[in-house]
């Protein structure tokens, strides 16, 4: 176990060395350049060029590479070419705020899709499954921009019952406030994860129902309540592990859209506006981290299925 | 089901709300498109003392003012934060020294201002009862210390130290009294220096390199009229009445700002009272809140030119037969009527001037003529050839501009392809590449008030060079506008420039955008004083009841 371990994290060396090559590549060959910024009509261009080399954005597209992967290889994913504020503790700031959003959402997410999944799978092809289905295949096809603003609508313009964006309420820090600007935007990105997840439990449900195991129990005169939750869940919960390790990235890069619509300061919408300003350093800290995040989420579901499932490990 | 009903019914009828269907605008007040008299000397005249008496319900003081920004500042230090959001949410809370407006000067940290005969010392008085937010006075030992810090490459703001690329020297004569001297004469000068926001040294002085600095995030001390009570990053500003203002306290009691990076969730929160203003870019908006009781809408001058430049270095644009074709064969106001639905969120363009310019002149403008347009494509022999098309999908309206010259253009034998970039991948293409794949560009600049920067903008080394051609004559022209400060020189100097700009048809004015804001109807004196970021002056608002 240990060297299974040890290898895949070896592994993630080339793969995050790769990801960062193509992801400054892309960043710095798309049309644009942050200096762009500093621009005043009164500015000379020897301001310029000293303007630049103090952004660290003079020298070829290696030297810049190479001078980013230094810093990073000392801990220092650098300063915003913007707001010169450190990458980390920009990020760092709006961190929690993401990690609130994405974790409800998804854990309102498993609340619901576990059951739905479950009934949907028990009642194949029966009305409830078809109602399931017909909701599953709406929650994955609304757009979340569009489902956002209906909710907004609905619950703060005519409803008047939940504040429209943000997170707090002007001079109110409370859990309540709180909460009460959580609820549209976890339910908005729950919907989608919701239709995707049951999806894939119903379909596991429907195969370990159609397993020997089952049968065998059936044979020893197990009832049906006995066999659904003393055997069938638990195996229908180990896709669980595969989808909250896809997941877990999200937890930290948050959503562009909703928390755009829903004016939610979190990274997704500080990775927009790194975009947007063509804040290298910016850019790549926020890639790196999802990459990083997403690589160890993998990791780590690998790891849980080994815990759960001795079959695996034995492989 | 019956639930299930009832939530659809709710949700149609939402939608049916947002999208909102009116009648035309009755009361939207007309742009202003006069053509104003050339400038002289502004005429110095004392700050504005006092709001404006009360044109709606009863007068209260106190209340709240909510806006919003797509965006957040970066920080809450003035000098880098340049851009729009920043100049819009920390106007409250830095003031300049003065304002050189059309017909006047407005004073605010400066009681008076002298300009030397040669033109090359500025003498600046402040008022003598001014204070920081934390209650020190400011005085010239602030402004001092502002412009040496500015001139600190380290610090990344040199604006307003520099004339002609050479230093100003600033002395001070006593704790009230300063004089900038200048290295050569510039007459826009003047406006910069009065638009310039100040930091108070005894807070920032310990701090070495300002650029970058946690100081910047956590200071916000300034000099106007409301002061900084809470910053949430990402979210809100919230800034509250600041008592001891040198010009009287405020009547609203805070003024928040909110970040709404979507449109759509900004005009829900307005009309859900969570806003008190909101800009208004379509006709079918306009029309929906000049109609509804509840709001104001106000036109104010933004002070822009939208114009189609054409690329100098592609070799279709680069015949001037061809240019002039294409400024023959457009028809502004068509152009309006399809792309803005009316002139009243954007009337035409003569010049490459706005008429809020002081030196803005009524030159005749381009007339549409498609037979002579035409005659010179079929001199050019480029019927039928495609022109690359590129604008700023980011800015309102420009893609339906860009239909429009597309449809035009057709007529006449021209095949558009039109190409959207978002902002800084425009403005990469449009001022900083020289490859010529593209044959027009729609863009826009601020030529509000005197043309400060606008000569280098011009110059062989300026934003334009690159792409749309000018002439050396025209850069020369520029340069001489700003090195005399007779205001008759530099009204025909400015005169000559808009002309010859229209002579060698290398921009083509499209718009003169308005500033067209929907207001709680409760917030009165927005418009006291047209000019845009919107309200210069926050002791002119006031809560009606």
Partial sequence: MGKYILKRLLILIPVLLLVSVFSFLIVHFAPGDPLNMYMRPDMTQEELDTLRVSLGLDGTIVDQYIGWLGNVLHGNLGNSVITSQSVSGRMMEVLPNTVLLMGTSMLLSFLVAIPLGLAAGLNK????????????????????????????????????????????????????????HLIMPSIVLSVGNVAVFTRYI??????????????????????????????????????????????????????????????????????????????????????????????????LADLLYCVCDPRIKAQ | MKKITSMALALLTAGALLSGCGTPASNTPPAD?????????????????????????????????????????????????????????????????????????????????????????????????????????????????????????????SGGTKVNGEPVTVTAQDDYTFTVQLPSVSAAYDATLGGLKFLPKHVYESTPVLSGADINSTSGVGSGPFKVKQWNKGESLVLERFDDYYRGPASLESVVFKIIPNASAEEIAFQNGELSVMRLTTQDKLEKYSNDPNYQVYTLTEGRINYMGFNSNSPLTSDPKVRQAICLALNVDEIIAGAYGSSDLAPAAKTVFCPSNFYYTDVPGYSQDLEQAKQLIAEA??????????????????????????????AVGLNVEIQGYETQGFFEVFFYTDAGDWELGLNGYSTNGDNQGDEYMFSSEGFLSKNICTTDEIAQLWNQGDATNDPAQRTEIYKQIQEQIRDVYTMFPLTSPNFVIAVDKRLQGVDAIDMVPIFEDYLNLYMTN
């Fill in chain 1, 125 to 180: 092809n029966r009305l409830p499954d078809q109602i399931i289905s017909f909701f599953s295949y709406i929650g994955i096809s609304i757009p979340s921009f569009w489902f956002g603003l209906l909710l907004i609508i609905l619950f703060s313009l005519i409803l008047k019952l939940l504040p429209s964006s943000g997170i707090h309420s002007i001079g109110e820090t409370g859990l309540v406030d709180l909460i009460r």
């Fill in chain 2, 381 to 410: 022999g480029v019927e039928g050839e495609t022109f690359r098309l590129v604008y700023n999908s980011s800015r309102e309206n420009m893609e339906n501009c860009a239909l429009m010259i597309q449809q035009q253009l057709k």
């Fill in chain 2, 33 to 157: 498109t006069t053509s104003p008299a050339p400038s002289s000397t502004p005429a110095p005249s004392t700050a504005p003392e006092a709001s404006t008496p009360p044109t709606g319900g009863e007068r209260v003081d106190g209340g709240t003012l909510i806006m919003c920004e797509p965006s957040d500042i970066s920080s809450l230090n003035i000098i880098y934060e340049t851009g729009d959001e920043g100049m819009t949410m920390l106007k409250p809370v830095y003031d300049p020294l003065y304002i050189v407006a059309k017909d006047e000067v407005r004073y605010y940290l400066a009681e008076s201002r002298t300009v030397s005969d040669d033109g090359l010392a500025i003498t600046v008085k402040l008022r003598e009862n001014l204070k920081w937010h934390d209650g020190e006075p400011i005085t010239t030992d602030d402004i001092l210390w502002n412009f040496e810090m500015r001139m600190n490459p380290d610090n990344k703001s």
């Fill in chain 1, 202 to 299: 119903r379909s596991n449900t429907i195969s370990q129902l159609e397993e020997e195991y089952v049968l065998t129990a059936k044979a020893k005169g197990v009832g049906k309540r006995g066999i659904l939750y003393g055997h069938v869940l638990k195996n229908c919960l180990l896709p669980i592990i595969t989808l909250a390790g896809m997941r877990f990235a999200s937890l930290v890069t948050g959503s562009f859209i909703v928390e755009s619509v829903f004016g939610w300061p979190g990274m997704g919408m500080l990775g927009m506006s790194a975009i947007n300003n063509r804040d290298y350093p910016m850019i790549m800290g926020f890639t790196m981290l999802s990459c990083l995040l997403l690589i160890i989420g993998n990791l």
